[in-house]
């Protein structure tokens, strides 16, 4: 299915031509002749699922939004980002390089998204309100610690840090000899611990 095409107007943005879209096949809330934000081409929103891009929004370089992933207002998506699931990119919120926005996620106001985050519920307001950490672990994988859901996400794990501890200690266990790599995460959920204490101090 076709859901949208290009209007023909187009805006340059950092050398790049991005085309403005249009809705050609009615979706979910999207009507058939909607205008939406603007793409580099094709490949940055599926033409299946309810994904769209709205208003001054713009997605361009490898960027990938799909599923039912809604990017708006003066929001950007770019480089090699992915916005999926049901996760919302507003505002003027900018999601880059190698970071994944997903499930019930939400960022918006001035926040950025970057390196290799990976970030699946909660929402986030500004850049403090996560940290990344990594490369470790036997897939030399990020994790991610988002302060106000208390999610942790790393390879395929999501959890809460009590269950990112209890899945360290099964998966690391260093009482069967898999010290360097349990050392390694025990100093992440240890900077985990740390500004989870910090953040609730600042409330």
Known sequence: MQKYKFTGITKEVYGRTLNQIACVTAFASIKSGEIGGYIEKEANLSQDGDAWVYENAEVYGNAWVYENAKVCGDAKVYENAWVCGNAKVYENAEVYGNAKVCGNAKVYGNAKVCGEAILRRGFTEKVTDYIVI?????RSSFATFHLHSNTVCTGCFVGNLNEFKKAVYKTH???????????????????????QEQDKDAQ
């Open 173 to 195: 266990n260093p009482d069967q000899g898999r010290v360097t790599f349990n050392n390694q995460y025990q100093r992440v959920i240890r900077v985990f611990e740390f500004l």
């Open 134 to 138: 990594g490369p470790q672990g036997t």
